[in-house]
Nanobody
Framework: QRQPVESGGGSVQAGGSLRLTCATS????????VAWFRQVPGKDFEGVAT????????RYADSVLGRFTISQDNDKDAVYLQMNRLKPEDTAKYYC???????????????????WGPGTQVTVSS
């Protein structure tokens, strides 16, 4: 089973955009939860957005609602995080994580996810 791998991070000025890509695991016909988390050194992981690949339902953190969009391409085993109107406080290392089962009220909780990518750095300058 392939582990998730992130790409697309980089440096951008405030107000700009980036799109992150998660190459997800290649379990055939899998329906899974794929989430984006971020972490600033010395702070806890923050759940940013989650998508259920079986139907496309999504959840977002309040801090990114209206600016970030999570989407999927099942043919490519990929999940994307489109990040618009970036702010300096969005600076963090972003991680993609997967789980087959997530509790109803816990889509953005780190403890629910089993497989993690190595992360990609996003830096937003003011």
């Amino acid at each position: 089973q392939r582990q998730p791998v992130e790409s697309g991070g980089g440096s951008v000025q405030a107000g700009g955009s980036l799109r992150l890509t998660c190459a997800t695991s290649d379990i055939p016909d899998s329906r899974k939860y794929v989430a984006w988390f971020r972490q600033v050194p010395g702070k806890d992981f923050e759940g940013v957005a989650t998508i259920y690949t079986g139907g496309g339902s999504t959840r977002y953190a309040d801090s990114v609602l209206g600016r970030f969009t999570i989407s999927q391409d099942n043919d490519k085993d990929a999940v994307y995080l489109q990040m618009n109107r970036l702010k300096p406080e969005d600076t963090a290392k972003y991680y993609c994580a997967e789980a087959l089962v997530v509790r109803y009220d816990s889509w953005l909780k780190k403890e629910e996810y089993d497989d993690w990518g190595p992360g990609t750095q996003v830096t937003v300058s003011s």
